[in-house]
């Protein structure tokens, strides 16, 4: 069993910075972060596998970057420039640990933290 713990959230203004960072009992090949306002299915934000491989959804790239210590077990999503839409509990989340495909859809993924809230105001 993976058990993961996020923590940075907070709230900011518009254009500001925050970064996430996600504490794991062990890493799963693949890793990622998903966010989901009121009202609102949970989405992909960004995603990451051990070889290196990144995929973000259109919303967010160019300014979420998201990372891997592997060492550490610790995933980070740093997020720059953010918008009031960027408003959301952010999640991370694990892929199976033997599953190597790099996918932003919530369903592919088993294990989850208890996530942290992120708030743009404007």
């Known amino acids: 069993q993976v058990q993961l713990v996020e923590s940075g959230g907070g709230s900011v203004q518009a254009g500001e910075s925050l970064r996430l960072s996600c504490a794991a009992s062990?890493?799963?090949?693949?890793m990622g972060w998903f966010r989901q306002a009121p009202g609102k299915e949970r989405e992909g934000v960004a995603a990451?596998?051990?070889?290196?491989?990144?995929k973000y959804t259109n919303s967010v790239e160019g300014r979420f970057t998201i990372s891997r210590d592997n060492a550490k077990n610790t995933l980070y999503l740093e997020m720059n420039s953010l918008k009031p839409e960027d408003t959301a509990m952010y999640y991370c989340?694990?892929?199976?640990?033997?599953?190597?495909?790099?996918?932003?859809?919530?369903?592919?993924?088993?294990?989850w933290g208890p996530g942290t809230q992120v708030t743009v105001s404007s």
């Open positions: 989340a694990a892929r199976p640990k033997f599953l190597i495909g790099l996918t932003l859809v919530p369903q592919s993924y088993t294990y």
């Open positions: 990451i596998c051990r070889d290196g491989r990144t």
């Open positions: 062990e890493f799963t090949y693949c």
